[in-house]
């Protein structure tokens, strides 16, 4: 109940292409939906989140797409560039201090 | 403000030997976690403290981690003794409240051989 699946593990893509990562959850009673992005020697940094009241936030190029019946988000990155070549983290967490992480993808975006 | 700072980055050591790893919280935070990093685990929370008081160390290993918060400002992470399979990035994270957003450190990477 408290696992997050996220796919792909890494996903190559050409600049100015659609960059598109899911994740899915099981616990219901999740309520805070966050992305971190990680640098190679960085540590995670957040990106955008969404809470389950809406289904769809933007910010910017960054888009969290979220389908509650079917207990599943995903973060699409529109025009996507050389510089969000880095590694993606769903997390999932119900109020509390646990986040729960996805197992992160590996982007690239080819120049 | 210059974010969560850890020290050292990188940790080179033998088995058996006592390693520390010393995080600085951004002032104002309250909550701290230390997370541990590997391909094979991801990201995993060793522990929560929360106004200098641990409060969840579920995630710890086992008796050779410990962590303490001295202050409100400064944790430290002890392995002893190390042993090769602690091998990992160790992050530090504060947060200015219970739930709030994560703020990371860069990292210790620590080698035991």
């Known amino acids: 109940q408290q696992q997050v699946k996220q796919s792909p593990q890494s996903l190559i893509v050409q600049k100015g292409g659609i960059s598109i990562i899911n994740c899915a959850y099981e616990n219901t009673a999740f309520d805070y939906f966050p992305w971190y992005q990680q640098f190679p020697g960085k540590g995670p940094a957040l990106l955008i989140a969404i809470r389950p009241d809406v289904s769809e936030k933007k910010e910017g190029r960054f888009t969290i797409s979220f389908n509650k019946s079917a207990k599943q988000f995903s973060l699409h990155i529109m025009d996507s560039q050389p510089g969000d070549s880095a590694t993606y983290f769903c997390a999932c967490t119900s109020g509390t201090y646990k986040y729960i992480f996805g197992t992160g993808t590996r982007l690239k975006v080819l120049a | 403000d210059a974010g969560v700072i850890q020290s050292p980055r990188h940790e080179v050591t033998e088995m058996g030997q006592e390693v520390t790893l010393r995080c600085k919280l951004i002032?104002?935070?309250?909550?701290l976690f230390w997370y541990r990093q590997t391909m094979m685990r991801g990201l995993e929370l060793l522990i929560y403290?929360?106004?200098?008081?641990?409060?969840?160390d579920s995630g710890m290993p086992e008796d050779r981690f410990s962590a303490k918060m001295p202050n409100a400002s400064f944790s430290t992470l002890k392995i002893q003794p190390s042993e090769p399979r602690d091998s990992a990035v160790y992050f530090c994270?504060?947060?200015?409240?219970?739930?709030?957003?994560?703020?990371f450190g860069e990292g210790s990477r620590l080698t035991v051989l």
């Open positions: 403290f929360n106004n200098n008081v641990p409060i969840d």
């Open positions: 994270a504060s947060s200015p409240r219970y739930t709030g957003e994560l703020f």
């Open positions: 002032s104002g935070h309250n909550s």
